[in-house]
């Protein structure tokens, strides 16, 4: 009997043993099954990265000044790029092995380490020079790291075209080394390859090279010819967005002297001159237009019969002494109303009416006045008839498009019909909802244009590192404009754009001929400028130079002038004045003696007759023997 009690006791034991065991497996089971979820979880978020790069604001700059763009050209400029001063982006070549490569083919590392040296501190913008180095630049962000905060950027669009057409939430960038003939090549083929930036050289981004790019919202960087603190001043005074060096703290130390404004604004006309005139009527684009504005910002919607008329609201109502919804009538009828809000009384004009008058005055005025298009209305076959409006007036050079995508839902449409037009969305996109709001600027290829209750400093920094300029709306009185033209805005819509009229655009000195060291102003010297106005004409102004530098063909001298801005002033900066020494020319040859020349011909065609007689006769001798 006790050893049958042994037997269960011994049993008990054991399969109490057995429990322990099996509760013990099953608990490290469940443990590696949960670590494991866990590891997969971990490996899936290090696939992609949607971490803004917190990027650097220089202590001493112009009023807001180009973002700085180091090109990382060796090791040594890369170790340069993570400091206590930084650029906000770094250029680096990827390869087709998926490598950040030096300028000469120089390995500095896989692309994947060199992007956890930037540690989130700098943009990277992957350069890419071929189909093979596209492919694999692809191919990381699809299988390796898919980083929201980026660029590709190339010198062939059809590349950057290639990567944003798979990779759409980054940013592109083309790089024009030589600038196209005609200069809306570069707007039309940036924009269809889903390209905000223009990146040009300093000898070709004068002042109205780079304000022509950006009136068509494009932002346009400029790689300095070569690394001297006078190209540098040249880059920054051209008011272009971004600034390109291996050497980016030189820039930043060319920032101490200009500490003004370094670019003009665009006086957007909203709705005309809405003050005076009835809204969005040809009286009102006419008046605004000979004002001086830069651009008109008109609103279109559709009527019954498919005609794009040009007025703020969906009715009639409020605008004219008639009454209905616009898609609701046809043209006819719009047209047999008055716009009744300001005298003289007009009608409701067509867009092509509105196309004709600004062609006109623009060729009248030696203007380059751009059209802001509001659509207004959200009928899918709205961007449909405006194409075939712009096809037939050839318009698309001095167009760009704007809307409240929220509501209208058309920037898709704009993007597939009229890859060609610049957009921005009108939604309310804000610092704080930025980062959410990126992929899908980035996939609709869109810039922005925000209600300027949205600026600050700190947001105007985040959207200039990342190739987006900042305009804004609706300014109203005079005052109101000509503050916000002293705050770095580059665009200002607003009601009163007659206010610009004899305001100063930008600065500037014809080259001075066969110049010499004594005809150089010194720094702090007076000098004469030339003040380009808003209305198109010119004045004389003084001016002070603040730096000269002596240069291969001759010296430059860099000077600024301050404008008085009611009760305050703007300082604007010229681009280098150039001062030419004269060519010298080498000594002049004493001609070669006709006589000479005579007779080496004689003596060359004596030995020419000699030696093939000579032939002739050994000939002869061969053949009979």
């Known amino acids: 009997m006790m050893k049958k009690q042994n037997r269960v006791n011994a049993f008990k034991a054991s399969a109490l043993a057995l429990c322990a065991v099996a509760a013990l497996a099953a608990l490290w089971l ?12 971990a490996k899936a978020e290090t696939q992609k990265d949607t971490r803004l790069v917190e990027t650097y604001t220089p202590s001493v700059a112009p009023v807001c000044p180009p973002t700085v763009v180091c090109d990382v050209k060796d090791s040594t400029v890369l170790e340069s790029v993570v400091g206590d001063v930084r650029p906000s982006n ?118 109205k090279n780079v304000t022509y790019l950006q009136a068509r919202f494009k932002s346009v960087w400029v790689r300095s010819n070569s690394e001297t603190f006078g190209n540098f001043l040249t880059c920054i005074a051209s008011g272009a967005l971004g600034v390109i060096a291996s050497d980016f703290k030189y820039v930043y130390d060319a920032f101490s002297f200009t500490d003004g404004y370094t670019r003009n604004i665009f006086n957007v006309a909203h709705r005309g001159l809405p003050s005076k005139y009835n809204e969005n009527s040809l009286g009102g684009i006419e008046a605004a237009m000979r004002a001086g504005v830069t651009h008109l910002e008109l609103d279109g919607h559709l009527t019954k019969d498919k005609h794009i008329v040009i007025n703020h609201d969906d009715t009639v109502d409020r ?62 076959d709205f961007v449909e008839n405006m194409k075939r409006v712009l096809d037939e007036k050839d318009f698309y050079d001095s167009i760009v498009v704007i809307t409240f995508e929220s509501s209208e839902k058309q920037l898709m449409r704009l993007k597939e019909t009229v890859p060609q037009i610049p957009t921005a969305t009108l939604d309310a996109v804000s610092q704080g909802s930025f980062k959410n709001d990126l992929p899908t600027l980035n996939a609709k290829n869109t810039g922005v244009d925000l209600i300027q209750v949205l600026r600050n400093d700190v947001y105007e920094r985040m959207l200039v590192d990342r190739g987006f300029a900042g305009w804004y709306w609706t300014f109203g009185a005079p005052n109101d404009v000509k503050t916000a033209s002293l705050s770095g805005v580059l665009g200002v819509t607003n009601n009163a754009a007659d206010c610009f009229k004899d305001g100063v655009r930008y ?97 060359a065609v004596a030995v020419i007759a000699a030696a093939v007689a000579a032939a002739l006769i050994l000939l002869k001798k061969r053949k009979k023997a």
Not at 30 to 41: P, R
Request: contains cysteine.
């Open 507 to 603: 600065v500037y000195a014809d080259a001075v001929e066969n110049a010499t060291a004594s005809d150089v102003p010194d720094i702090g010297d007076s000098i004469t400028l030339k003040a380009v106005l808003y209305d198109g004409t010119e004045k004389n102004v003084f001016g002070e130079v603040y730096y000269t530098e002596k240069t291969a063909q001759g010296w430059e001298c860099f000077a600024k002038y301050v404008e008085p801005v009611g009760e305050s002033s703007r300082t604007v900066y010229t681009q280098g004045i150039r001062y030419l020494a004269p060519v010298k020319t080498p000594d002049a040859q004493k001609p070669f003696p006709v006589g000479a020349t005579v007779g080496l011909i004689a003596a």
């Open 319 to 380: 605008e004219t002494n008639g009454s209905g919804v616009i898609a609701d009538l046809t043209l006819a009828q719009i047209k047999s109303f008055d716009l009744d809000l300001k005298t003289p009384h007009e009608k409701m004009p067509t867009l092509e009416e509105c196309i004709d008058l600004i062609e006109r005055l623009n060729a009248e005025l030696g203007s380059d006045v751009v059209l802001v298009f509001e659509i207004k209305d959200d009928q899918t």
């Open 90 to 207: 770094a250029i680096l070549r990827f390869d087709a092995r998926k490598n950040a490569v030096g300028a000469n083919g120089e390995t500095l590392g896989s692309f994947i380490d060199v992007y956890g040296k930037l540690n989130k501190k700098v943009i990277p913008i992957a350069y890419v020079n071929d189909d093979a180095s596209a492919d694999a630049l692809i191919d990381f962000l699809s299988n390796t790291l898919d980083i929201l905060d980026m660029a590709v950027m190339s010198d062939k669009a059809a590349l950057v075209a290639k990567v944003r057409k798979a990779k759409p939430s980054l940013r592109g960038i083309i790089e024009y080394k030589n600038l196209p003939e005609n200069l809306y090549t570069a707007v039309k083929e940036s924009t269809e390859a889903c390209a905000s930036v223009v990146v040009l050289s300093s000898k070709d981004a004068d002042v």
């Open 30 to 41: 469940g443990m590696s099954v949960l670590g494991g979820f866990t590891a997969l979880k």
